[in-house]
């Protein structure tokens, strides 16, 4: 890195003379550790500073598709929407694909649109099936970088997945539920959106491993395919209450609360223990009331800066970086964000 600059640029930089920098280059010794700190430091704020000349002005257009429930929709939009000023001096301007329900059809269609259309990205939350994954194969070959959130589609050429530890937060929320019951039989209500999604997959996974291993007396029942909505979703656990008695919990993977609430309500039945996913209006009002007990969260706001700068890196405006899974947030009624 340090061929891109002059010597007297270094050391202008670093506030010492040319020569110094010229034997902490060429490790000639007899410069003290600090001194070549200073150097080295220098060499760092100079490349920062011409990576951010070179994005002055750059605009890149993006695109946000998404198969989720309207409000995780809301969440993720307001959360890239207060990301991208962030990320000046390139400019970004994001379109806008999100539907609550979406045949995988309709979602293959809108992706081939985004590659007939050009994009410098696409931010994509979508179920892991085949077609999906070849459309994003097309994206990628026609020098679209793609990069997936909530849940991923590995077996794409998408370049990232950002996000929660899905596996770990099944976990955790078994180790509070197992806590939570105690040591008596008992028996909790898996709810998933849909099965075609591997980030809930991965979830249920991580829960039923983490039961059996420290909890083997809950047993657990599951319902899908309620999508998230309030309506199919509370229809699917009224069913579930009503084919077993010995529900007393529910780990919510995939939304519909406040419609698993009113189920529980309308059966006449006590939800001792209820974790959901993600600090929306609606989650965010059930912990207030202490309608549920506690809910796993990570923040948006990072996982949609860390999918720009993908992006940005896939377009050489930014060196590569490694980037982790989003720590998991247990929140209760004490600790919400504001």
Not at 54 to 70: H, W
Not at 166 to 173: H, K, L, M, S, V
Not at 273 to 282: P, S
Request: aromatic share 6%; hydrophobic share 45%; glycine share 8%.
């Amino acid at each position: 890195m340090s061929r891109d600059f002059l010597v007297k640029e270094i050391a202008a930089q670093a506030g010492v003379s040319v020569a110094t920098v010229d034997r902490v280059l060429n490790q000639r010794g007899g410069v003290r550790s600090l001194t070549q700190q200073r150097v080295t430091e220098a060499i760092g704020d100079l490349a920062a500073q011409t990576r951010q000349r070179a994005l002055v002005g750059r605009r890149f257009t993006i695109d946000l598709v998404m198969e989720a429930p309207a409000r995780f929709s809301a969440e993720v939009r307001a959360a890239l929407e207060a990301e991208l000023p962030m990320l000046q001096p390139a400019v970004f301007r994001s379109r806008f694909h999100l539907a609550e329900a979406l045949p995988e059809s309709a979602m293959i269609e809108t992706l081939e649109r985004i590659r007939n259309r050009g994009s410098h990205g696409v931010i994509l939350k979508a179920p892991d099936v085949p077609e999906v994954a070849a459309a994003v194969d097309r994206l990628a070959a026609a020098f679209i970088p793609v990069v997936t959130i909530a849940t991923d589609l590995p077996h794409a050429r998408r370049r990232a997945y950002v996000g929660i530890d899905n596996r770990a937060a099944g976990e955790t929320a078994a180790y509070l539920i197992g806590e939570w019951l105690g040591s008596a039989p008992s028996r909790v209500l898996v709810t998933l959106s849909s099965n075609r999604f591997r980030g809930e997959e991965e979830r249920e996974v991580g829960f039923r491993q983490a039961l059996r291993h420290d909890y083997p007396w809950v047993s657990v029942s599951e319902v899908s395919e309620g999508r998230g909505i309030d309506r199919e979703t509370g229809a699917l656990v009224g069913e579930a209450l009503a084919a077993a008695p010995d529900i007393v919990a529910v780990y919510s993977v995939g939304g519909g609360n406040r419609a698993i609430v009113a189920a529980f309500a309308a059966a006449g039945r006590a939800c001792r223990v209820f974790v959901g996913h993600d600090v929306d209006a609606d989650n965010a009002a059930l912990l207030r009331a202490r309608r549920i007990s506690a809910v796993l969260h990570h923040e948006l706001r990072q996982d949609m800066r860390t999918a720009c700068r993908h992006i940005m890196v896939a377009h050489g405006a930014l060196p590569e970086f490694a980037s982790g899974l989003s720590p998991v947030q247990v929140i209760t009624p004490f600790n919400l964000p504001g």
